[in-house]
C-alpha cells in the first residue's frame, strides 16, 4: 500500500470515528431525555393517584413508569454510549492531528518518517 493510500484509510477512520461518535451521543441524549420523562410521568401519576385516591390503575401505572424508567437508565449506564462517544471522537482527534503533522512534515514527521507515521496510526486505530 502506498502512502497515499493509507492517508486516505486514515482519512476514512476519521470520518468513521466521527459518524460512529455523533451516533453515540445522540443514542445517550435521546435514552436521557426517554428517562427524565417517564421520570416526570411517574410524578405526574403519582400526584393524579395522591389526589383522587390510590386505585389498582394508577398503582400499576406509577410502578410500570418507574421500571420503564430504570431500565431505560440503566441501559445507558450498561452500554455506557457517552463513554464511547468520548472515546470515538479522542481517536479522531489523535488520527487528525497525525495526519495534519504528517502531511506538513512538523514535529516527529520532520523527516517525512513514513514508517513512524503508519505505526502511531495503526496504534491509535486499534
Not at 1 to 17: G, L
Not at 41 to 66: F, R, W, Y
Request: net charge neutral; charged share 20%; proline share 0%.
Amino acid at each position: 500500500m502506498t502512502i497515499e493510500n493509507y492517508k486516505k484509510t486514515v482519512a476514512e477512520q476519521i470520518t468513521k470515528n466521527k459518524k460512529y461518535a455523533v451516533g453515540f451521543k445522540n443514542t445517550h441524549n435521546i435514552l436521557s431525555i426517554i428517562g427524565i420523562v417517564l421520570t416526570i410521568a411517574i410524578a405526574a401519576v403519582l400526584g393524579i393517584g395522591a389526589s383522587t385516591g390510590i386505585n389498582l390503575g394508577i398503582l400499576i401505572a406509577s410502578v410500570s413508569c418507574a421500571g420503564a424508567a430504570c431500565a431505560v437508565l440503566v441501559t445507558d449506564r450498561i452500554f455506557d454510549f457517552e463513554a464511547k462517544a468520548i472515546a470515538c471522537e479522542c481517536r479522531m482527534n489523535a488520527l487528525e492531528k497525525e495526519l495534519h503533522l504528517f502531511e506538513m512534515h512538523a514535529g516527529i514527521y520532520s523527516h517525512f518518517d513514513e514508517k513512524c507515521f503508519v505505526e502511531r496510526c495503526e496504534e491509535i486505530m486499534k
